[in-house]
């Protein structure tokens, strides 16, 4: 409860003598509210009554029913003493008194008899010192609540464009955040097994958001495909694991840093199982993080819970059954017996959770931990480091240059990140005059970016618009969002800007990376099964009347590479077949690995095929530095019939097959037509001589 509004300050005054807190109360003067306190339970009734609608207590020593060291002690069990500033008055002057008085966080020690200028000067110099303090503290407090809020946005910014195109809820990242969050407190709780701390709680959940990025880089027709996933899409479907984490791992910089690993470690082994039947390293037990185990338990349930376009949503109960009777994988049982546990908590707390209440809530717990005045400046220190950290590594993942400016002082500061793309210092004084930022940026640009941020209005603050500046001798083109910043006076006054500049070149360079990376066998550059699967069967429907040639190769000898001269020669082996394949197709024909020595080739064919697969099988054999080259190929062709990849593929696949158990090298084609009439019609050719076989 807060005192009834005045314009002066409230003064308590504890003391069981009335003479004293008469004099007391004279010497302080008329420009304080005045209150009295016969003993110390009046004092503490006073202040449970009043709270932090009292500026300051002058307390005794000596009182009955309470003394003034019981006062401190009830002060500092309800953390009182950290808003309340306390002057002891007291004719006890024994240095263990005042010792024990200072322990228990008194400001200030005066000693009877009073000298009235001493106790008015202390007065002032306490009430102003604690007004400087809190004021001090209330700034720390707004800029950090700015900043953690604006990198909790950028969280949500960056998961809600996953989940935006994944057709889930925008609660979904929301949602497993709190329940990892509420899973690993309980961990703390029952077990020690883990070494987890608060603050690892708190990088977790955060890491958490991010457990599936990989989806951005995913086809929206295998994301948001409403019925059963063939085994060709839910191998695409599996790599967004691998993708989000070579994503973190591809960052320039803070690869090292504790949120990048554990974001790390979440997006690559969130989908692994207990039993080691998951994906995509086959982690069993607690080879798997608890990060990546706890984040999996929280996404499965929301999934579960949550209406997708393949299902709907289960309730709360029947979601904990399907867990618990291992229904949804296999988990952790220490886990699952936590998840039994807060049942009913995880179905209170998502319940309620929205982004607006669950991230005040979080950064006001951030802004209480870094401002409360008995936080030790080490511990200070390493919370705002880890805001800072997690302000980096944001703007590195999102390829923005943050900056904040002030006008008073004429300062500019520019994200690590940011200053490091540009060339810039990441602190420019006078930046309107800054001759290295005029050069980037030129005079026009600047002077245009200053007119637009004073023309806007506190209702209307934000600016966006298209610049070019000049980036290690070249012209670039990025895009400028800005914030511009207005005081609370009765007039507002412009106090500066915050934006981020993002480069169109590089975020449509990064795009075509990860599109690159999701479609491309990482070793030897070729399509991946998944993405030749869709490019064939496009172009088949796109061209019904056109014949096409399917081949499955597979290198015969590979084993021996990599028993004999090692697993690197092994994969300059299939790099080396890659580029050979390359060679001996034409630049419309599809060329993917399959996996492990298997490749994949699909040609258009209007006439007899068999020269076609004669000219890519000469292409291949011979051999690598000293080492054989022999493959064997199964060949299928379509024969102006409406026919699938599926189908396809099975039959120069089971061609294959047939070559390989006759013996190796060469190459054997799947007689369409005859089979499609009840019949085997196989021609197999070994070195161009070809043998009929019914």
């Known amino acids: ?43 503490i009734a006073q202040m449970q009554a009043l709270g932090t609608g009292i500026s300051l207590v002058l307390l005794d020593i000596v009182m009955p029913e309470m003394d003034g060291f019981d006062v401190l002690a009830v002060m500092n069990k309800n953390e009182w003493i950290k808003d309340i500033p306390v002057i002891m008055v007291s004719s006890e002057s024994a240095s263990s008194y005042i010792e024990r008085a200072y322990e228990l966080g008194v400001t200030d020690f005066i000693s009877r008899p009073f000298d009235a200028n001493i106790v008015r000067r202390r007065v002032v110099n306490t009430l102003m010192l604690y007004a400087k303090q809190k004021a001090l503290i209330g700034m720390v407090a707004d800029q950090i609540y700015e900043r953690e809020k604006g990198n909790s946005l950028m969280v949500a910014i960056l998961s809600h464009i996953v989940e935006f195109r994944n057709g889930e809820s925008g609660l979904h990242v929301l949602h497993v955040g709190a329940m990892t969050e509420l899973l690993l407190n309980h961990v703390i709780e029952k077990t020690d097994r883990y070494n987890l ?70 997006c690559r082994w969130h989908h692994e199982r207990y039993d080691g039947r998951g994906y995509p390293d086959g982690l069993a037990g607690e080879d798997i993080p608890i990060a990546a185990q706890v984040v999996a338990l929280a996404d499965v349930y929301d999934a579960l ?51 607006s209440n669950h991230t005040d809530h979080e950064i006001r717990k951030i802004v209480d931990k870094v401002v409360r005045p008995d936080a030790a400046s080490s511990r200070t220190l390493e919370l705002l480091d880890y805001e800072r950290m997690k302000y980096r590594f944001f703007a590195s993942m999102s390829n923005e240059v943050q900056y904040e400016y002030t006008v008073d002082p004429p300062m500019l500061a520019v994200s690590d990140w940011g ?107 070729l399509m991946n099964h998944p993405s030749a699967r869709q490019a064939v069967t496009d172009r088949m429907a796109m061209n019904p009347e ?59 064919c209007q006439v007899d095929p068999e020269p076609l697969v004669e000219r890519v099988y000469r292409s291949i054999i011979g051999e690598y530095e000293g080492f054989p080259l022999s493959v064997s190929i199964g060949v299928a062709c379509t024969q102006g019939d409406e026919h699938s990849y599926d189908e396809m593929f099975r039959k120069a696949d089971a061609a294959l097959y047939d070559m390989k158990r006759g013996g190796r090298g060469g190459y054997l084609l799947s007689d369409l037509s005859a089979q499609d009439e009840g019949k085997t019609a196989l021609s197999a050719i070994d070195g161009g001589q070809s043998e009929e076989k019914e």
């Open 419 to 525: 200053a490091s793309g540009l060339d810039l210092d990441e602190i420019i004084m006078d930046p309107l005059n800054d001759a290295h930022l005029r050069e980037a940026f030129g005079e026009d640009t600047i002077t245009m970016l200053r007119e637009a941020l004073h023309a806007t209005t506190p209702d209307e603050p934000v600016i966006e618009f298209d610049i070019e500046a000049t980036v290690n001798g070249q012209l670039r083109w990025f895009h400028v969002t800005s914030r511009a910043i207005w005081t609370d006076d009765e007039v507002p006054q412009y106090h500066g800007s915050i934006g981020k500049m993002v480069d169109i070149h590089e975020s449509h360079e990064r795009l075509m990376e990860l599109q690159y990376k999701a479609t491309h066998d990482s070793l030897t550059g």
């Open 1 to 43: 409860m807060e005192a009834p509004f005045s314009h002066k300050q409230t003064i308590l005054i504890v003391d069981d003598s009335a003479m004293n807190r008469a004099l007391l109360a004279d010497m302080i003067g008329d420009d304080y509210e005045i209150l009295e306190a016969e003993n110390g339970l009046q004092g």
């Open 546 to 604: 056109d014949n096409f040639v399917f081949m499955v190769i597979d290198l015969d000898l590979f084993k021996q590479a990599n028993d004999t001269r090692g697993h690197q020669f092994g994969d300059e082996v299939l790099r080396h077949l890659a580029r050979r394949l390359l060679a001996s197709v034409r630049d419309r024909d599809v060329v993917a690995r399959v996996g492990g020595d298997e490749f994949f080739i699909c040609m258009e």
């Open 197 to 266: 701390t608060p603050a690892d709680v708190s990088l977790i959940s955060m890491a958490s958001s991010l457990h599936d990025i990989g989806k951005i880089s995913i086809p929206d027709e295998v994301l948001n495909k409403p019925g059963r996933l063939t085994d060709e899409e839910f191998d695409l479907m599996k790599q967004h694991t691998v993708i989000g984490s070579e994503m973190l791992d591809d960052l320039p910089m803070y690869r090292d840093e504790p949120l990048v690993q554990t974001a790390y470690e979440i």
């Open 305 to 355: 819970t949550s209406k997708r376009v393949y299902k709907d949503a289960y309730s709360h109960d029947k979601a904990i059954e399907m867990i618990l009777n291992g229904e949804c994988g296999a988990f952790n049982p220490f886990l699952l017996e936590c998840l039994t546990d807060i049942a009913n908590d995880v179905q209170a707390e998502l319940h309620v959770a929205s982004f």
